[in-house]
């Protein structure tokens, strides 16, 4: 599986050309756009936003429409997204029956927010989505397919809906589109799609599943945050979901364990299932990504330093040194900067030393792992010297990690 994964997307502006949102589209590693599985598609570009790429970076301020397909609507993962920031779109060939427009109308009761994709004004069409108009704040509409005097003369079922036009190519449609007093707009008329490529990270599936079953069998959060600690490309993307989570609780020092408490295990269920979905853990064993090498021996080298040290300050500081561990990797694995993880955790002062300054216990031991990474053996030595270790202090402990992840 590739080191990277490829996001596109294309903005959607209001009449001052302002970006309102941007409609997501599935890529796979390679670039390409094709797919089976509707619900695996959504799938990958949630996990891809919410999990790798984070909403900072891939959204901003602005929302993020998503296509949706039947299978997705019955499922419980739209439960677990953030609802201030993603308008869901509804695929021209779902099937509205009895349990999907109940569901609709669950999540649109909670607040969560739905478009038509490709509105059309056949009868079929009409008999099938009026049942969820009331549930529905958006309708697009394909300028392709669109005949403009049947629009003219039908657009009031629509009234009181949020109307974008979408696949502009031309001016003229451009023009047309207006003056029908349509909100917004999108096509390459007014921008291209934009594709970009990022670091990923992919959890193993067995991992996983081993995880999502735990959560299934009333294990306690103790035994699943234990879980979690031997599933770090997992635990890294939490943190990145947490993070991408507006209303989420990140004050009071919250640990990994605390946070896994506070996601809650209803939600964190909706969100390994999304994982699963997305096919994006791993499902066979393959050789680790540098990231997953990086991120094992930054954990084993800080972790093993505190036990050469007969972990100084007790179980808190190796919470700490955990997650300084792991909350520094969010910018060599995600691009996310240290100032932007610390806006959104309320970290303790001496975690935030670490990651920022490099200062204090936490930031010697972060110190000495990053110059293992780079090579860097003077300045290891000099640190550890600090520490009144010596170097076949540090052998032992690669030692003792190499043989305990073969």
């Known amino acids: 599986m590739s080191n990277k994964l490829t996001m596109a997307?294309?903005?959607?502006?209001?009449?001052?050309?302002?970006?309102?949102?941007?409609?997501?589209?599935?890529?796979?590693?390679?670039?390409?756009?094709?797919?089976?599985?509707?619900?695996?598609?959504?799938?990958?570009?949630?996990?891809?936003?919410?999990n790798q790429v984070?909403?900072?970076?891939?959204?901003?301020?602005?929302?993020?429409?998503?296509?949706?397909?039947g299978d997705i609507l019955l499922t419980d993962i739209l439960y677990n997204l953030p609802k201030d920031i993603f308008v869901f779109e509804l695929a021209a060939d779902i099937h509205m029956g009895k349990?999907?427009?109940?569901?609709l109308e669950q999540l649109h009761k909670k607040g969560y927010v739905f478009a038509l994709d490709n509105a059309r004004f056949e009868e079929n069409y009409i008999g099938n989505f009026g049942p969820v108009l009331a549930y529905v704040d958006y309708v697009k509409f394909d300028t392709v397919q669109t005949d403009i005097e049947t629009l003219q003369n039908n657009i009031s079922i629509y009234k009181d809906k949020k109307l974008i036009a979408q696949k502009i190519e031309f001016q003229e449609v451009f023009d047309e589109y207006k003056r029908l007093d349509f909100d917004y707009f999108q096509g390459y008329f007014i921008a291209e799609i934009h594709t970009t490529e990022q670091n990923r990270?992919?959890?193993?599936?067995?991992?996983?599943?081993?995880?999502?079953?735990?959560?299934?069998s009333d294990y306690q959060i103790d035994?699943?945050?234990?879980?979690?600690?031997?599933?770090?490309?997992?635990?890294?993307?939490?943190?990145?979901?947490?993070?991408?989570?507006?209303d989420f609780d990140l004050s009071g020092s919250p640990s990994i364990q605390e946070i896994i408490t506070r996601v809650g295990e209803v939600k964190l269920m909706q969100w390994l299932m999304m994982i699963i979905y997305s096919r994006s853990s791993k499902k066979i064993e393959t050789e680790k990504s540098s990231y997953s090498i990086m991120i094992q021996n930054r954990i084993d080298t800080m972790m093993?330093?505190?036990?050469?040290?007969?972990?100084?300050?007790?179980?808190?500081?190796?919470?700490?040194?955990?997650?300084?561990?792991?909350?520094?990797?969010l910018d060599?694995?995600?691009?996310?900067?240290?100032?932007?993880?610390?806006?959104?955790?309320?970290?303790?002062p001496e975690v935030e030393d670490a990651l920022l300054q490099k200062e204090g216990m936490l930031g010697n031991l972060l110190r000495i792992?990053?110059?293992?990474?780079?090579?860097?053996?003077?300045?290891?030595?000099?640190?550890?010297?600090?520490?009144?270790?010596e170097v076949e202090d540090i052998e032992d402990i690669l030692n003792k990690s190499l043989d305990a992840h073969q």
Not at 9 to 30: A, C, H, M, S
Not at 229 to 246: A, D, F, G, M, R
């Open 9 to 50: 997307k294309q903005p959607i502006v209001d009449l001052n050309n302002t970006t309102i949102g941007y409609e997501f589209f599935y890529r796979d590693d390679e670039g390409n756009r094709s797919f089976t599985d509707p619900r695996f598609a959504t799938s990958s570009v949630l996990v891809n936003i919410l």
């Open 54 to 69: 984070g909403v900072d970076n891939s959204i901003g301020d602005a929302k993020a429409f998503i296509n949706i397909s």
């Open 99 to 103: 349990k999907e427009i109940a569901n």
């Open 201 to 216: 990270l992919d959890p193993k599936h067995l991992g996983v599943i081993r995880i999502f079953n735990m959560l299934q």
């Open 223 to 246: 035994d699943i945050a234990k879980e979690f600690e031997k599933h770090n490309e997992l635990t890294l993307q939490l943190l990145q979901y947490v993070k991408s989570i507006p």
């Open 304 to 329: 093993g330093i505190l036990s050469k040290l007969d972990a100084v300050g007790g179980s808190k500081i190796l919470e700490q040194a955990h997650l300084v561990a792991l909350l520094s990797l």
């Open 332 to 348: 060599n694995v995600f691009d996310v900067e240290v100032e932007q993880t610390l806006k959104s955790f309320d970290l303790d």
């Open 369 to 389: 792992a990053i110059a293992i990474e780079e090579g860097n053996f003077a300045t290891m030595q000099e640190l550890l010297s600090t520490l009144e270790l």
